[in-house]
């Protein structure tokens, strides 16, 4: 996938699926817990990243995702995981 | 004890919310269209009741989108109108208001759209089980409400939605409810799902070309049902609650009556529907010769709107050529778990209004279907008992009686 800008698009995929916080204050630390996500809700999230932008998480690894940055860095060192 | 309908909500191809779809109703208005969810051009039979322009976003976040399959969103939209009309249910404690839903599938367009991921080797949405699941759209009533007593889902195929009024008639009968929201919810315009009931050869083909035509229960040339998609929700109370907090109140849902064929999985057969409508007006004390009309299940195939015309013949003998009938499926098609749903819907809406909806396309009738099934155009006539007829896969009959307070 085009990894150019990839902070900017991750960063817009997961404002786009905030609900009652402000946007404007996610960064990449930001925690999916604070961020309104319970356990079930960030499955669904990182169902839904690895839709938008074509990858498939590990399924050991993506049990230590915290943040948002934590997706950031899997998509950047795993380019063969992109289809 | 008597039980009143409070309120009604409605989703269905003619119409969302009851004045909408009652208005297209008397008008003998068609929801059957090409089908335009999916490509079905590879299918026998390429049309169906769609509800068209739904738009879950208009009353759900896109997280609930994500966990909530079609059918449980058509139930919640019902469930919003019923619960809205019913002026609210703060007047009860949440442990005294139970939820009765029917579905027949449950979340298949869920289960379709994941097991095509699975076998392209995919992965799956998390939320495929919770949103699969028959109870899911009664579960999600209950969350968004706070309804918190008895939660239950009928899953009897075609009658579903009527097994569930009738649960909810006996949850308030019994004192286990103080307040039911039931009814039926469906959405399986589906390719597994349609391929499947046509391998059973029960879906209209023939009429691909015409589709607004091929809903034509007890006409001539039928050849099978049109698969429709929908929900219908209605809040029963007891009467002198609703009366003692002030609510209007639409019908008296004054019996049920359920009977099993014990003949085969999907043959109708006449006894099982007569003992249905039977022990239905039974339950409501009321004589066959007091019924004024009937709201069919007839879904447009060969031998199911002769053998309910039989049915109907057999129990009210001579009163059968007096009653009005007519088939809501004619406009919409058949919403399987939701269809009956619709049709007490159609049936209350006969007793407030006055008017008896058409069959439409019954220009020339079966000869073996000789009742008056109020052809093409509405009519006005006096009603003060209605039965709403149901019958389902697994031989399962179900009647309901409204009656005029």
């Known amino acids: 996938m085009d990894t150019t800008n990839l902070e900017a698009q991750v960063l817009e995929f997961i404002s786009a699926k905030v609900e009652n916080i402000d946007a404007s204050g996610i960064t990449t630390a930001s925690q999916f817990a604070e961020l309104g996500f319970d356990s079930m809700d960030t499955i669904q999230l990182l169902f839904d990243a690895e839709e938008k932008f074509g990858i498939s998480f590990d399924g050991d690894e993506v049990k230590n995702f915290r943040n948002v940055g934590d997706i950031i860095e899997y998509i950047k060192n795993h380019p063969a995981a992109s289809s | ?405």
Not at chain 2, 7 to 35: H, L, R
Not at chain 2, 86 to 95: F, I, M, W
Not at chain 2, 144 to 166: E, H, M, Q, V
Not at chain 2, 337 to 342: C, E, H, L, R
């Open chain 2, 1 to 405: 004890m008597r039980v009143v309908v409070t309120g009604m909500g409605v989703v269905s191809p003619i119409g969302t919310g009851v004045e909408q779809f009652w208005n297209a109703a008397i008008n003998g208005v068609s929801g059957i269209d090409m089908v335009q969810s999916f490509d079905s051009s590879k299918l026998n039979s390429k049309i169906a009741g769609e509800v068209k322009q739904f738009d879950p976003a208009s009353f759900l976040s896109p997280k609930y989108i994500d966990q909530t399959d079609r059918f449980t969103q058509f139930a919640l939209h019902a469930a919003n109108q019923a619960v809205e009309d019913a002026g609210g249910l703060d007047y009860y404690s949440p442990y005294r208001i139970a939820v009765v839903l029917g579905s027949g599938m449950g979340g298949f367009a869920t289960f379709e759209s994941s097991a095509l991921r699975r076998f392209q080797d995919r992965s799956i949405p998390p939320f495929t089980v919770p949103r699969i699941m028959a109870n899911s759209a009664g579960a999600w009533i209950a969350t968004k409400y706070g309804f918190k007593g008895t939660n239950l889902t009928c899953s009897t195929a075609c009658s579903s939605g009527a097994n569930a009024i009738g649960i909810g008639l006996d949850l308030l009968r019994s004192g286990r409810a103080d307040a039911v929201i039931v009814g039926g919810a469906e959405a399986c315009v589906l390719p597994l799902t349609m391929t499947g009931f046509e391998a059973l050869h029960a879906l209209s083909t023939g009429f691909n070309d015409q589709p607004q035509r091929a809903s034509r229960p007890f006409a001539k040339g039928r050849d099978g049902f049109v698969m429709g998609e929908g929900a219908g929700v209605l809040i029963l109370e007891k009467q002198s609650d609703a009366e003692g907090r002030g609510a209007k109140t639409y019908a008296q849902l004054a019996g049920y009556g359920c009977a099993c064929d014990a003949t085969h999985i999907v043959a109708p057969d006449m006894g099982g529907q007569v003992a249905a409508m039977q022990a239905a007006l039974h339950d409501a004390s009321v004589k066959p010769e007091s019924v004024d009309y009937i709201n069919a299940h007839a879904t447009s195939t060969p031998l199911g709107d002769v053998v309910e015309t039989r049915a109907i013949k057999h129990l009210f003998a001579e009163h059968a050529g007096k009653l009005s009938i007519s088939a809501t499926k004619s406009m919409i098609g058949h919403s399987i778990g939701a269809s009956a749903a619709i049709g007490a819907i159609a049936a209350i809406q006969t007793l407030r209004t006055q008017m008896i909806h058409p069959t439409i396309n019954l220009v020339e009738a079966d000869p073996d279907c000789d009742l008056d099934y109020t052809a093409n155009q509405a009519v006005e006539r006096k009603v003060s008992t209605v039965v709403c007829n149901a019958f389902g896969f697994g031989g399962n009959n179900v009647s309901i009686v409204f009656t005029n307070l």
